[in-house]
């Protein structure tokens, strides 16, 4: 392993924190504890922990429903997830004041300009970030992290036009983890591989394991280089999978039990620690380490975000303009 | 001062914002090489180069790069060529221009200007002629201007370019085709958004007019001044934030009141006006409220039937003297 230790043991900590955060959620939520849905990222983490280890704090990223991970991971192992979870539970002192819950995390002050529900958006405001970087000639980068479903949207073909015509710094990753909602992208689209779709916007497609984290770090890396040398935009689609259903609480009788199977056997996490333990990265009491300061963490978030209080009625009316 | 059209207008004060901000930008279908469908923003690119952005037929996108670059520090200006296009990106102009700003909890601003033809009377048949007011009103975020002369037109867009918020920009094209001109002053100026402007003064009835319309309720006030009856011509100007002190102190000095909006009546910006004055006002009021409104059918090609679509100075005569007969 070519890259330095501090990095991979990074890498590590953070698909860690994202787990052990997106599985209290999990059980949070069916303690009735956490209000509203709930989409989680479990066995995707590899993705947002690759991409964002890029990142410089600057960068802009963009995200959608299922963006815990994308979130945590943009703001770094020191980013606090006391006010992630807080907002979650929907308390004052979360990140957004309550205002957006589980969907909807953001703060620009770490670069992450929103999380969209309506698919698609991910991409175009992140296409409107980019540009503020090329006019600005700032050297940013803008990240949208779409998922597969996507694909099918107008706003996906419109995005990617643009930004290919006006040559923006950005990386459409799209996370194809098999279902949008319940609809397998195979049976929505007429492609097997989907980087052709990159073919018709002129920019370049390049598939990737979305359960490799330094498979997803590279390919990221190239794309970036790219966008930061003024080349333009890259799409990457990265192929993992969802180990829950679409939401908290989804049956999942669409899929099937092997495929599931499938899917748990390439967890993300498991396969990196191993890999970096036979490199001597990491001793496996320093990995059981990395797992306590986690849970350990994520359980402070949770007390934190229990004790909040709820935001007073009034802030009902409070945001709505600058 | 000086005279100006409603186009000259409108290039001035997208021109001098341009000139004023580095941070302003442009981007609309045809822009660039044409300045626009009826050439406002003509010699603006040559003037400004890449901050003047020609998009494809991709009002989605458009939205999505206005909404991105002004949370991430530009203040666009994005042209959404008629009222019935705005429907192609409603989710985006109503989620993420003007939701998320609400979503993060008030972390990040969305400094942007949607502008956008309005209005019947060409004979551009059903999709391209509406004044979608109603709908955008109901649009929380999202700030409203509809000008109708001029000078408030090249006052509120420079507002409107200056506004930290989401704000959309309606200019009727019977405006810019009548060559109608108003004196400016020499020295920049600008209209405040969210006030109304009493385009005439009376004593007898109130009629709030939007945009076109507000001339045709002029030339009504002139024909009904001979017959003795007095008409207070109220122009918003904005309809988000709408100046509700103006309408109801207007109404308090004459207790009638009558709405004229080119839109089809239900749900139209006359509903909401109409509705305001009822549950805030009602003991001013000396007359049930009369809305004078398209009808609720799609607008019509032929001249014969669109002349007939349209509200008209006739159509608001009728209602006046029935309100004071």
Redesign the interface.
Known sequence: MDMEKARLIDMYRMMVRIRAFEEQVAKDFADGKIPGFIHLSVGQEANAAGVCANLRADD?I?TTHRGHGHVIAKGGNKYPLAPLMAEIYGKQT???????GSQ?L????IGV??A?G?Q??A???????????K??GTGQV?VAFIGDGTLNT??FH??M??AS??KLPLICYCENNLYAETTSIYESTNLTDLTARAASFGVPGVSVDGNDVMAVYESASEAMARARKGEGTTFIEAKTCRQRGHFEGDPQVYRPREQLDECLKKDPIPRFRNKLVEAGVLTEPEAEGIHREALAEVDEAVCFATESPYPAPEEVL????? | MREITYLKAINEAVDEEMARDPLVILMGQDVRKWGAPLGEFKGLYEKYGERVLDTGISETAMLGATAGSAATGMRPIVHIMFGEFLGVCMSDIRCALTKTRYMTGGKTRFPATIMTYTGAGRSAAGEHSACPYGVLMATPGLKIVAPSTPYDAKGLIKSAIREDNPVQVFYHVGLIFSKMTSQIPDEEYTVSIGEADIKREGSDVTVVAIGLMVHRAIAAANRLQEKGISLEVVDPRSLAPLDKQTIIKSVEKTGRLVIMDEEPKTESAASEIAAIVAEEAFDLLDAPIKRVCAPDTPIPFSPALERAWMPDEEDLIRAVVELTG
């Open positions: 802009i963009t979360g990140l957004n004041k309550g205002k957006a909807h953001s703060d620009l002050d300009l929103v969209e309506i698609g958006t991409l175009t405001l992140a296409v409107g970030a980019a540009l503020t970087a006019l600005k803008a107008g706003r419109e995005g036009n643009m015509a006006w409070t945001d709505v303009y600058a």
